[in-house]
């Protein structure tokens, strides 16, 4: 099989994985991202009477944008959809980011959607921060889970006894 039609159907798998538990209503739409090389578009879909209730992309007439395919202008794309759902009175929406992570325009798009006021994602998961280092056991302590490389199990010397054997070698 080809390349690319692996990386399509591949595509068209995660699309449908993440479709299959979202279903938009009039009162709750769907908010579907489309994202391309140069621009970005979303939709407000009511799926029970499949239609469109609003729609914003960064390559609609009478907007600034000069370049749709950065973060910048995924966040102008969110606002300019939670204005127009706020005018049909529409607070809330399932967020379907198809087959795309939500990482990056797509993820910048969501949140500037719902700081607007349309409430699709929920802004409490901030980034996750990595695990502190763990620390350094007391001099004459053994370690835990058998040492550095190779879990060998045998007994090491602390680091401490080097830098000594050192400066006496030195001295």
Do not use: W
């Amino acid at each position: 099989m080809d390349a690319h039609k692996a990386k399509a159907k591949r595509a068209q798998r995660r699309r449908f994985r993440v479709r299959k538990t979202l279903h938009g209503t009039p009162a709750k739409p769907r908010l579907s991202v489309y994202r391309s090389n140069f621009h970005i578009y979303a939709q407000l879909i009511d799926d029970d009477n499949e239609v469109t209730l609003a729609s914003a992309s960064s390559n609609d007439k009478g907007t600034d944008i000069t370049y749709g395919g950065n973060v910048a202008a995924a966040l102008i794309v969110g606002r300019k959809l939670a204005e127009k759902a706020k005018a049909l009175g529409i607070t809330a929406a399932s967020f379907d980011r198809g087959h795309y992570r939500f990482h990056g325009r797509v993820k910048a798009l969501a949140r500037a959607a719902t700081e607007a006021g349309l409430v699709c994602t929920g802004l409490t998961d901030e980034p996750k921060k990595h695990k502190a280092a763990p620390e350094a056991p007391a001099k004459g302590e053994k370690k835990k889970g058998g040492g550095e490389k190779g879990g060998g199990g045998g007994e090491k010397k602390p680091a401490g006894e080097k830098k000594e054997k050192a400066e006496k070698a030195k001295a």
